[in-house]
């Protein structure tokens, strides 16, 4: 062979190899685009991808973001710096796929509880009314998917914010910060079997940021769940919404801790718990007869001043989940009320204990106190509502 040939056939090779890269990489651009365009197809019209990068073990989508609709309380409804899917490559060639990861990288959500008391996130994706377009193509995409297996979900310095408008108006926010979350085996799109989970984060206040964290599993398709919750020095002022009725004086400053085993078993749920409240200050009375969440003001200042300005009541919330008359909120707070006029020694003849039923404790004191939390641990943290 020449040496003109074998420079001729280099060059060729050398083309060759280039227009092979070039092809690759539009290709590759092509995929990416077609990628993000459905990515955002089904997650609506308010939602907004900066990009998507592809590398050799992860999908990495980049600036995404879903607007809140009118109305809605915050300019967006979820945000996250960065999305990262990591699936593995070996269960692409069988029919149950398996993604060993996806991590959200400081993500952001914003909730809503309206004035009827329901929980709103998402909007027009989880709630709401979904386009054709997007019905079409998760219907598609679950009847052809075979099953997949997610090995964990995870949230990096997550922000959460609540706005309740059961309790102010405009509604009042409660933020978690610095959330850092996990959750393990979950299946799609059966949703089968036990998935583990745990949280922690900071719970915002005003004199003080206390601490949230919460671990245990739940299984999706039948209902029952293990949780155990604990809140450590959260702000009482954050919280007097929820536990100052009408005509009573605020908080200026407090703690509030808590500790809650929660378990549901075939709809029932039993979860006892213990509630501390201390280091409370409350604003200058205006009359000899104010109350606290219902209570004597006078009594629950002299206990605090006879032990060390702390209140602890343990108690047990139990009941039918299923049943349209139980209602967690309710329950703890008669239990929180009850305990608090326990230690403080107003045990009044016909006290019940039935969760649910307030009793006669003191006329109507422990009712109205019952009426003012209005469930301020359900509203933080989600659950059934009395209607």
């Not at 040939?5 to 070039?22: D, E, G, W």
């Not at 308010?46 to 590398?55: A, C, H, K, Q």
């Not at 990591?86 to 909730?111: A, G, K, N």
């Not at 078993?265 to 409350?282: C, Q, Y």
């Amino acid at each position: 062979m020449g040496t003109g040939t074998h420079k001729r056939l280099k060059l060729a090779a050398a083309i060759a190899v280039v227009s092979l890269i070039v092809g690759v990489g539009v290709g590759f651009r092509v995929a990416v685009t077609v990628l993000k365009g459905k990515v955002v197809e089904v997650l609506g019209p308010d939602s907004e991808i900066r990009d998507i990068r592809l590398g050799w073990t992860s999908v990495n989508v980049e600036g995404l973001r879903i607007k809140g609709p009118g109305g809605w309380p915050e300019a967006d409804a979820l945000r996250a710096e960065r999305v990262a899917v990591v699936p593995s490559l070996r269960s692409l060639f069988s029919r149950h796929y398996r993604v060993r990861s996806i991590t959200f990288v400081r993500p952001y959500l914003s909730m809503l509880r309206t004035k009827e008391g329901k929980l709103s996130a998402l909007p027009g994706l989880l709630t709401g009314a979904v386009s054709a377009s997007q019905t079409e193509i998760l219907s598609r995409a679950v009847a052809s998917s075979p099953a997949v297996t997610i090995g964990r979900i995870s949230f990096e310095d997550g922000v959460v914010e609540l706005y309740d408008a059961t309790v102010a108006q405009p509604p009042l926010k409660i933020r978690l910060e610095r959330i850092a979350a996990a959750i393990r085996n979950v299946a799609v799109p059966a949703l089968k079997g036990r998935s583990r989970f745990e949280l922690a984060g900071v719970v915002k206040g005003i004199r003080r940021d206390g601490q949230i964290k919460m671990e245990g599993w739940a299984e999706v398709g039948t209902g029952n769940s293990s949780v155990k919750m604990e809140l450590r020095s959260v702000d009482l002022v954050i919280l007097q919404p929820y536990l100052i009725k009408a005509g009573e004086r605020g908080v200026q400053k407090g703690i509030f801790d808590l500790d809650l085993q929660s378990d549901v078993r075939d709809n029932r749920l039993k979860a006892p718990g213990k509630a501390t409240i201390s280091d409370m200050e409350l604003a200058p009375a205006e009359g000899g007869f104010d109350t606290f969440m219902g209570l004597p003001r006078r009594a629950v200042l002299a206990f605090l001043l006879r032990n060390d300005s702390k209140i602890t009541v343990s108690f047990v919330l139990e009941g039918d989940v299923d049943d349209p008359q139980f209602s967690i909120d309710q329950a703890f707070t008669t239990r929180l009320a009850m305990g608090i006029a326990n230690v403080l020694g107003l045990n009044f003849p016909g006290m019940v204990k039935d969760v649910g039923t307030l009793g006669q404790i003191g006329g109507e004191a422990v009712g109205q106190a019952a009426k003012s939390t209005g469930g301020w641990l359900h509203r933080l943290f989600g659950g059934k509502k009395k209607h």
